[in-house]
């Protein structure tokens, strides 16, 4: 199976926090993405990092790629109530499909 | 902006019956469609790729008889589970691409299906 790795599973924090995210694959990627699920819901897309860049930023968002290691990093600053979520990898190995990771369940607590 | 959306967003059948499940791209046309499954907690798992006027191509492990996948248009593919059971209880999430080969996904936001 292709399906990435993530860790932690789950992670709690206090408000105001920084976040951090990790997730491995197993095989060379054309592209990382990673996107955020409420309960329930749909995926909101947040960032896409190449397999030719290093590192990304969106907002509160900091997006690393280390293809040596076949992992990447997802780092949320300053963290707020809203940024509860379920946070997912999705590797993209060259044709048009995603793999997705395990996921990180995070928890803001106010 | 790259809008999709799911009908209907909820469903409660009886085991035996058939379920449609709509996905439909609203503001671009999708050359490429994708259905996904995911149990509670779990991640997703692609079940099927579907091209506008073609057959689609299913992962290994899902039974093409038993979701069935018709993307008639550019804008919209549908996915029938037929003869629901209660392990076929999960979140249905479709996805659209808006060009061959393209990397980028756009999901609606899910089916949640529960078969009694």
């Known amino acids: 199976s292709q399906q990435g790795e993530e860790d932690p599973q789950a992670l709690s924090i206090q408000e105001g926090e920084n976040a951090t995210m990790n997730c491995s694959y197993k095989?060379?990627?054309?592209?990382l993405q990673w996107y955020r699920q409420n309960s329930g819901r749909g995926l909101v897309h947040l960032i896409l990092?190449?397999?030719?860049?290093r590192e990304k930023h969106s907002g509160r968002l900091r997006v690393t790629l280390d293809t040596s290691k076949k992992s990447s990093s997802l780092l949320i600053t300053a963290s707020r109530a809203a940024d509860t979520a379920s946070y997912f990898c999705?590797?993209?190995?060259?044709?048009?499909?995603?793999?997705f990771g395990t996921g990180t369940r995070l928890t803001i607590i106010p | 902006g790259a809008v999709v959306s799911q009908h209907p967003s909820w469903v409660i059948c009886k085991s035996g019956t058939s379920v449609k499940i709509e996905c439909r791209s609203l503001?671009?046309?999708?050359?490429?469609m994708f259905w996904y499954r995911q149990f509670p907690k779990q991640s997703l798992m692609l079940m099927a790729t579907?091209?506008?006027?073609?057959?689609?191509?299913?992962e290994q492990g899902v039974e093409k008889d038993k979701f069935l996948i018709n993307h008639a248009s550019l804008t919209l593919s549908t996915l029938t589970v037929t003869s629901a059971h209660p392990e076929d209880s999960s979140f249905y999430i479709c996805?659209?691409?808006?060009?061959?080969?393209?990397?980028?996904?756009?999901f609606g936001p899910g089916t949640r299906l529960t078969v009694l």
């Open positions: 996805s659209a691409s808006k060009s061959s080969g393209a990397t980028e996904q756009f």
């Open positions: 095989t060379s990627i054309n592209n």
């Open positions: 990092i190449r397999s030719n860049e």
């Open positions: 999705a590797a993209n190995f060259g044709n048009e499909k995603l793999t």
């Open positions: 503001d671009f046309q999708a050359t490429t």
């Open positions: 579907s091209n506008e006027g073609s057959k689609a191509t299913y």
